[in-house]
């Protein structure tokens, strides 16, 4: 691998923008190697320093980890972890914590400085809460669904394309994954690390009116790239380039019309934002990191114990401070590498700030939260046996995963969703007047739920419905997953190329 000689490679660009900066401080002292570059791909290349490293890769920006964060990674393989290379710097938060994002997922730093992988936020929930199923088939039908809205509005606003042709059907299947980048890094500016594209291959057919369609319709393949953008609050998918592969009419008499008019179509989405008004997340949460997997799946990353933060911040227990610390043990040491109990931790992230922050705005809300903040006191203060808390728990976790996974499977599930948010509120507020203890709490919250479930279970399931758009939701095969797709070797569309 060649070190030394870069030629201004992005590593060395944001080794000389971080100069003299906090970032460059906490890495320590002089690099302890050259930067050296991959001898397959020169975007790929890191810089050592005694307590970090800088590094790049063709699918993301040159970035700074260090200190724990850095060294859970470099356990993890560092060049060669999972998780892949970093997509941010290390971001510092109001709690006193940290995280990184990387490729494949997120590193947590908690004001203890221990350091955790967390769990991205359950499909199930983002698919209750906004009816968007964030897997890369969910993710086609939404493509899938604009293509068609796009097609049929073309025929409804032009009258040349109404006098020709009768009807358009399209169909669309999700290629695979395209490179992510780095947009903006300079001397001046790190730059921003992109996601991985979505690739979609659409095949339209036209039914023509008149002498026209008696010979036959007219048809045309496209293939197109969207990137999925990490907005707040919630993301937003950018149009990026199309390829028209081919296209045919009776005769070719209709070849270049049909390559004109797609031209302009498509031309005319850069900049748009397609999943304007269809994608909201739970309110309350806050959104660490946005990541799309090598398989096109969207994962959301939520920030750890904020309902549990929130809470204890607000009151005005002098026992907060090491009951958050205890939480956080309790996390780490009984929840963290069991697939059922992260469940519950999920969960509880997802929604608990919307909950906290609805009981604190009622007239007891006060009263209510320092409620709450001595009964959690007493839970991980108090109660030295925390194995047997995890213990009592399993069994509203069960009950708490059913009952999301029922009202995923509910017509229109958000309005149900709501309401059981509501029911919790009002449980809560309930219980923490009620000054229960913990195993009172809990044998409560097991009794509210069993009647949760027991009430969404008697409504009627979502009726079963084909795949938009024929094929939206079926996936060809894309080679390997976040392969680019091959140059086309036909016309390519006239819009500003990649983002």
């Known amino acids: 691998m060649p ?118 936020v359950s499909p199930d929930l983002i698919r209750n809460s906004s009816g968007i199923d964030t897997s890369a088939q969910g993710i086609t039908a939404v493509a899938a669904a604009q293509v068609q809205a796009l097609a049929a509005n073309a025929l409804a606003t032009n009258q040349n394309l109404r006098n020709e042709v009768e009807s358009i059907s399209t169909q669309v299947s999700f290629i695979g994954t395209g490179w992510g980048g780095c947009a903006g890094a300079s001397f001046h500016a790190a730059g921003t690390t992109l996601l991985r594209s979505h690739l979609f291959r659409i095949h339209a057919d036209f039914d023509l009116k008149g002498c026209a369609g008696t010979f036959g319709g007219a048809w045309a393949d496209v293939r197109a790239e969207i990137r999925i953008v990490p907005t707040r609050p919630s993301p937003s998918a950018r149009f990026v380039n199309y390829w028209i592969d081919a296209v045919g009419s009776p005769f070719g008499a209709g070849d270049n019309d049909i390559r004109s008019a797609l031209t ?160 919790a509120v009002t449980f809560t507020q309930e219980s923490a007047k009620a000054g229960l203890s913990l195993e009172d709490a809990i044998a409560r919250a097991e009794a509210f739920l069993e009647r949760q479930l027991q009430a969404i279970s008697a409504r009627p399931d979502r009726k079963p419905h084909g795949e938009a758009g024929g094929r939206s939701g079926s996936p060809e095969e894309p080679g390997r997953p976040g392969e680019q797709p091959p140059p086309p070797d036909s016309k390519r569309g006239s819009g500003p190329g990649r983002a």
Not at 283 to 310: E, H, K
Request: aromatic content about 8%; proline content about 6%; charged content about 20%.
């Open 264 to 423: 302009g179509l498509f031309n005319g989405q850069f900049g748009r934002d397609l999943l304007a008004g269809v994608f909201t997340l739970p309110s309350g949460v806050t959104v660490l990191a946005i990541l799309v997997d090598s398989g096109g799946n969207l994962r959301i990353y939520l920030q750890p114990m904020c309902g549990f933060s929130q809470i204890l911040s607000t009151s005005g227990s002098s026992r907060s401070s090491i009951t958050l610390e205890r939480i956080q043990t309790f996390r780490h040491r009984f929840l963290e590498g069991d697939p059922n109990r992260m469940a519950l931790v999920s969960l509880v992230e997802a929604y608990s700030s919307s909950v906290v922050g609805e009981i604190a705005a009622k007239p007891d809300g006060r009263q209510l939260v320092d409620l709450g903040a001595e009964l959690l006191a007493c839970a991980f203060v108090d109660k030295p046996d925390h194995e047997e808390v995890a213990r009592r728990i399993e069994r509203p976790t069960a009950l708490l995963e059913q009952l999301v996974g029922e009202i995923s499977r509910k017509e229109d599930p958000a309005p149900l969703q709501r309401k059981v948010l509501d029911d």
């Open 3 to 120: 070190c030394g000689q870069n030629d201004n490679n992005p590593v060395e660009v944001r080794v000389s923008q971080i100069q003299g900066s906090p970032l460059r401080a906490a890495l320590g002292g002089p690099p302890t190697t050259k930067i050296c570059t991959s001898p397959y791909d020169w975007l790929q290349a890191w810089v050592y320093y005694p307590n970090g490293i800088v590094v790049s890769s063709r699918n993301t920006c040159a970035h700074v980890l260090y200190g724990p964060i850095y060294s859970h990674w470099k356990g993890t393989g560092g060049l060669w972890s999972y998780l892949g290379f970093p997509s941010t710097d290390i971001t510092d938060l109001s709690n006193g914590a940290s995280f990184a994002a990387f490729e494949n997922g997120v590193l947590y730093r908690d004001a203890q400085d221990h350091v955790s992988e967390l769990v991205p």
